[in-house]
């Protein structure tokens, strides 16, 4: 990865309310410029490139 991402923390929750839970916990762990991205459905599962 470059540019201004450190880490990529890919977290499957059940609901928001769990999502919720899993932010205060980051930020509770001094966490600096914490940001998320939701996906509302899964269009491809795999990453096995065609040959």
Known sequence: ???ETDYLLKAIV???PDYDR???QL???DL????AG??????KYTSELPL
């Open 1 to 3: 990865m470059g540019g």
């Open 14 to 16: 059940k609901d928001m």
């Open 22 to 24: 899993l932010y205060q």
């Open 27 to 29: 930020i509770k762990a």
């Open 32 to 35: 600096f410029d914490v940001s």
């Open 38 to 43: 939701f996906v509302m459905e899964e269009i």
